[in-house]
C-alpha cells in the first residue's frame, strides 16, 4: 500500500466524482489524507473520511485563508474552502480535532509570496495563527502539516524553540533547508513540484525515512498526468525519487509507507 499524504479531495473540484475517485483508489492500495485549510474545510474532510477506512482527514488553518482587516468586508472567495476566517478559533478547531479519523493539524504555517495589500505586519499576524495551530497540535498530541512558501528562516526560527512533530508539505527548500529541518526531527512531503524545480540536492540529502509522498491534489500534476491532479499520480512521483535516491520504487514504497505509520500513528 502506498499513502497520499496530503490531498484535497475535500475540495470543490473532486464533488462530482468523488466517491468514484475514491474507490477507484482504494482498489489501487492508495490511502489518503484530506487536509483542513480552513473550518469548512476540514470538516468536510471528517465528514468524508468517516465513510471510508482508509481515509483519514487533517484539520487546519491556511495563513491565506486569514482575513486581514483589508479583506474583511471583500466577498472575493467563494467556495468554501477558500472562505476567510478572522483568526483562529482555538476551541472551535479543538472540539473539531477530536474526531478519530483527524490524524493531523494543519495545513497551517507561513506564507510570504502572496503579500496582502494594504497590510501591514501580515507575517506577524501569520505567526500568531501559526503558533496557535503549534499549541493546538501539542495539547492533542498530533503531528501539524506545515505550508512554508519563501518563510524557512522564521519557519525554522520558530519550530526550532519547540517540540512539535511535523512534515513540510510540499518541500521546496535548499538541501541546507533539507539539513537543518531534519535536525529538527521533521519529515518532508514530496510531490509533483519536483517536475517543475531542480530537487535533486535537496532530496537527496533527506533521509529515506524522512521522506513522505503526497500530491497536494488537485494542484501540482506532474506533466505526464492529467491537468486535475489527484493521488493516482503517485506512481510518477515515486519514480522520479527512486531516479534521484538510487534505490528500487518498491523500497521507496515500502519506507514511505511506514513513514506515513509513524508519523500519523495510522
Known amino acids: ?14 464533488d462530482k466524482d468523488r466517491d468514484e475517485l475514491i474507490k477507484k483508489l482504494i482498489d489501487s492500495k492508495i490511502g489518503i489524507i484530506n487536509v483542513g485549510t480552513n473550518f469548512k474545510s476540514s470538516e468536510k474532510a471528517i465528514n468524508i473520511a468517516n465513510q471510508y477506512e482508509e481515509v483519514f482527514a487533517s484539520v487546519g488553518f491556511h495563513p491565506e485563508n486569514i482575513a486581514y482587516d483589508f479583506f474583511k468586508s471583500k466577498e472575493c472567495f ?5 472562505f476567510l476566517e478572522d483568526g483562529f478559533d482555538y476551541e472551535k478547531y479543538k472540539e473539531l480535532a477530536k474526531s ?15 503579500k496582502p495589500k494594504g497590510v ?11 503558533i496557535k495551530q503549534l499549541d493546538l497540535a501539542k495539547e492533542l498530541d498530533l503531528p501539524i502539516i506545515l505550508h512554508c512558501r519563501n518563510a524557512f528562516d522564521d519557519t525554522y526560527e520558530i519550530l526550532s524553540k ?18 537543518r529541518f531534519t535536525t529538527l526531527g521533521f519529515y518532508f512531503g514530496i510531490n509533483g513540484i519536483i517536475f517543475r524545480t531542480d530537487m535533486e540536492e535537496a532530496i537527496k540529502s533527506i533521509p529515506l525515512n524522512k521522506i ?15 491537468e486535475r491532479n489527484n493521488p493516482l ?31 500519523f500513528n495510522i
Open 100 to 114: 478519530k479519523k483527524v490524524v493531523a493539524i494543519g495545513e497551517c504555517g507561513l506564507d510570504y509570496y502572496h
Open 1 to 14: 500500500m502506498i499513502f497520499d499524504t496530503h490531498t484535497h479531495l475535500n475540495f470543490f473540484e473532486f
Open 212 to 226: 513522505l509522498l503526497e500530491t497536494d491534489s488537485p494542484y501540482l500534476s506532474p506533466p505526464m498526468f492529467e
Open 162 to 179: 519547540r517540540r512539535n512533530k511535523g512534515v513540510l508539505h510540499c518541500f521546496t527548500g535548499t538541501k541546507e533547508d533539507a539539513e
Open 233 to 263: 499520480s503517485l506512481r510518477h512521483t515515486i519514480k522520479e525519487i527512486s531516479r534521484i535516491k538510487g534505490v528500487s520504487v518498491k523500497e521507496i514504497e515500502e519506507i514511505t509507507f511506514q513513514n506515513t505509520k509513524d508519523l
Open 78 to 82: 467563494l467556495k468554501e474552502e477558500q
Open 120 to 130: 501591514k505586519g501580515f507575517e506577524e499576524i501569520q505567526k500568531k495563527v501559526f
